[in-house]
């Protein structure tokens, strides 16, 4: 895996614009997983979920965010995806959906459009429809609309995105899709799901997987976590298209830096058993509810200390793994999406 700056990553199908060596992936216009057989892959054109009136998927599945919960902390996993405790997100993973949302609707304009300054503008009536959706937000993380400290805080998503146009240009782009729910059964009959934040196809079938952290680059001896979630949506794309992504790409915008992965499928084969390893842990653990807590930096900010053993805190009853499959999803409620940002 490579750190670079645009200026060192070879461009994945590149259209040029207005007569420019162009720096993107290619227009690939259609399904997002033609041939696949994906749950709500979008169009280049909008969302990758699946329209109002389509049903959930109604299988336990796993997410590289469950996966890395369970690797981190098997309590921490319990209380997400079985006891489903609401948690109450942090500015900074609230800051990280709302520049995902940004960047999300900066695609819908004409590519001229999508420029730092128009970004910008799309910041305030983005939260607007945050709050719109999930008005708890507001009051969850300010003191009110008029609080001195929410002008800044969206100031600082303006920051954020001003430093994506330092890694990319994204007039010379149009993805293929943006938050693409992605789903893939393995052989073991393991159910793979997750939210891809961009992909872009090359007119010559070239594959790049885009995502935004809004987080600084992690060091190098904490660059596995990245590329766990990296082999992830490679494994799947693999599973869905029948071809290995031909990059993925993380683009941190606190501190303008990316990180870039070439797959090799042997490599994503045996990625696949460290997964369904991980689900098997799971499923033993959930027979019995030994979900064990590992104490260490995280708990610092774990929305639930408060009930773990580790610290003097006693876990709710367990329930017992969920007989309707449904209820292995994320944590509840309009402030869970926010989870997924948490970058």
């Not at 789903?183 to 891809?196: F, I």
């Not at 990180?259 to 499928?265: G, K």
């Amino acid at each position: 895996m490579d750190r670079a700056s645009l200026a060192d990553v070879p461009a994945v199908g590149a259209v040029p614009a207005d007569g420019a060596d162009g720096d993107g992936a290619g227009d690939g216009a259609g399904d997002g997983a033609a041939g696949g057989d994906t749950v709500g892959a979008g169009n280049g054109a909008g969302n990758g979920a699946a329209g109002p009136d389509a049903e959930p998927p109604r299988r336990p599945a796993l997410s590289p965010s469950r996966a890395g919960d369970f690797k981190q902390c098997p309590l921490l996993y319990r209380f997400r995806a079985i006891d489903r405790l609401p948690e109450v997100p942090s500015r900074a993973q609230v800051r990280g959906t709302l520049v995902h949302a940004v960047l999300e609707r900066l695609f819908d304009l004409p590519a001229p459009r999508r420029v730092p300054s128009v970004a910008r503008a799309l910041v305030a009536p983005t939260w607007e429809e945050l709050c719109g959706e999930a008005p708890e937000l507001l009051t969850a993380l300010f003191t009110g609309p008029d609080d001195p400290e929410l002008a800044e805080w969206l100031e600082s998503a303006g920051t954020l995105l001003e430093a994506y146009f330092a890694l990319e240009d994204p007039r010379r782009l149009e993805p293929e899709a943006r938050e693409l729910l992605v789903e893939t059964e393995l052989a073991s009959g393991l159910l793979l799901r997750g939210y891809l934040d961009r992909v872009d196809v090359a007119a010559t079938g070239e594959v790049r997987i885009v995502d935004y952290k809004t987080g600084p680059a992690p060091r190098e001896m904490h660059e596995a976590r990245a590329l766990f979630q990296m082999k992830f949506y490679a494994l799947a794309l693999l599973h869905l298209r029948g071809r290995v992504p031909t990059q993925l790409r993380l683009l941190y915008l606190a501190d303008g830096e990316s990180l870039t992965y070439a797959a090799e499928e042997a490599e994503l084969r045996r990625f696949e058993r460290t997964l369904e390893a991980i689900w098997a842990a799971i499923r033993a653990a959930g027979a019995t509810g030994d979900f064990r807590p590992n104490p260490g930096r995280g708990c610092d900010w774990c929305s639930h200390r408060a009930r773990c053993p580790a610290w003097d805190g006693e876990p709710p009853p367990y329930p017992g793994w969920p007989a309707d499959a449904a209820a292995i999803e994320e944590p509840p409620g309009p402030l869970a999406a926010v989870l997924e940002h948490a970058d």
